[in-house]
């Protein structure tokens, strides 16, 4: 099958933001389908080094090679119209003759020429964004922006969504009139070869401990979601919903952190802080500081946790395949995932520290489900396989 899957590896080179587009790539190569990435947001990209946005593409344009240097055929259209990796026309062509354009994330502009004989889905991977898109604009004083980002979305033949409890009564994440089908991020567990567990990781001892980590944006994109009249704000919400956290624990918790986060008082709470740049400059340098991590404390927006969405983060699965124990902020995700062992969730500080001293008692074998768990509920293998099914079911 050929199969066209768009990103925004370009747009923000940052080692996490490749990974989420990599594994659909990877994974759909490994199941023997014929794989084309393409990119082209029609926006300016984001240059982490200067903390800006630009139009000049150069070392985008350098990163991204340097992410497909195996091979894998990828195009980028620049925000000055410029095709970058293969010409226009090979891309309108790959594009008419594809099966399916997988639009990850709705990433991609849905132009005209991209528009061939195959299915178009579109990869809801921020629920509560899209949807929140689509109610407003369905208001008659909606701008014009905001009708024609939704007519983008609709203009779709099938429709996934990483909000796995969509439709259900204890989801607020609300449908806005499309048929959603639940999916999750794909795992390519041979991109994520478990490391070895080094003593001052599975110590309890303070002085020699690694932290649990987590990889996290401050604030949340503009404009908040919208959603039953209720606006819903990011992560920097629902990390200072934990503020005794780090001083109710015995090791250190660690938050690599980009934005405009209030870093003094974070650290004047007990957490550890780093530049997210500075561990996430190439995939590379991302998958390491998993791997040298305890474990994840993962902290999830807002939305995703109040509306009881299902959500879970593709940061989290990764930490899981590498076999680092995963401790989250439940999304309404518990029965969807099998937790308690490698996979744990908190609702609140004590019910976070429960968990983390859980895991500190029984590290290996915590360890150990991790990787088991990312294999049972992430190998993009079943993943993807059962996207595809979907697609051509619905």
């Known amino acids: 099958m050929r199969i066209v899957v768009t990103g925004l590896i370009a747009a923000y080179p940052l080692g996490g933001v490749a990974w989420d587009y990599l594994q659909y790539v990877h994974g759909l190569r490994a199941l023997g389908h014929e794989v084309l990435y393409l990119e082209d947001t029609g926006r300016w990209v984001y240059a982490p080094w200067d903390e800006a946005l630009t139009d ?50 709705g990433a991609c502009w849905l132009r005209d020429e991209y528009r061939g004989r195959g299915i178009t889905a579109y990869v809801d991977t921020d629920p509560g964004y899209s949807q929140s898109v689509l109610l407003a604009a369905a208001e008659p004083s909606a701008p014009e922006a905001v009708r024609y980002a939704a007519a983008l979305i609709r203009a779709h033949d099938v429709f996934f969504t990483f909000a796995e409890n969509i439709g259900e009564a204890r989801c607020a994440v609300p449908t806005a009139g499309l048929r959603w089908l639940p999916t999750r991020h794909p795992i390519v567990l041979d991109d994520w070869p478990r490391s070895p567990v080094p003593a001052e990781i599975s110590t309890p001892d303070p002085s020699r401990a690694r932290a649990f980590t987590t990889v ?59 530049d997210a740049r500075s561990v996430s400059s190439t995939p590379e340098d991302y998958r390491d500081y998993l791997a040298r991590s305890r474990g994840e404390i993962g902290i999830a927006k807002e939305v995703y946790v109040a509306t009881a969405s299902g959500w879970f983060s593709s940061r989290s699965a990764s930490y899981l395949a590498l076999g ?62 059962r996207l595809l099914d979907d697609v051509f079911a619905a």
Request: aromatic residues 6%; contains cysteine; positive net charge.
């Open 56 to 105: 000049d593409c150069d070392r985008h344009v350098a990163y991204l090679a340097a992410v497909f240097r195996g091979g894998e055929p990828w195009a980028f259209r620049d925000p000055r119209g410029r095709m970058h990796g293969m010409d226009v026309a090979a891309v309108r062509r790959a594009c008419g003759e594809a099966d399916l354009f997988l639009n990850v994330s």
């Open 216 to 274: 996290m944006s401050w604030r949340a994109a503009s404009p908040l979601p919208v959603l039953g009249g209720r606006t819903y704000g990011g992560k920097d919400v629902e990390v200072r919903k934990l503020a005794e956290l780090p001083r109710r624990v015995r090791v250190p918790l660690e938050l690599a952190v980009a934005g405009d986060a209030p870093r003094r008082e974070l650290t004047d709470a007990g957490w550890r802080l780093i």
């Open 324 to 385: 680092r124990p995963v401790i989250v902020q439940d999304t309404g995700l518990e029965e969807r995932h099998p937790c308690g062992r490698g996979l744990l969730t908190f609702r609140d500080v004590d019910t976070a520290v429960a968990a983390i001293d859980d895991v500190l008692g029984a590290y290996g074998a915590h360890a150990r489900d991790a990787r088991a768990l990312a294999g049972a509920q992430f190998d993009a293998r079943r993943v993807l396989a």
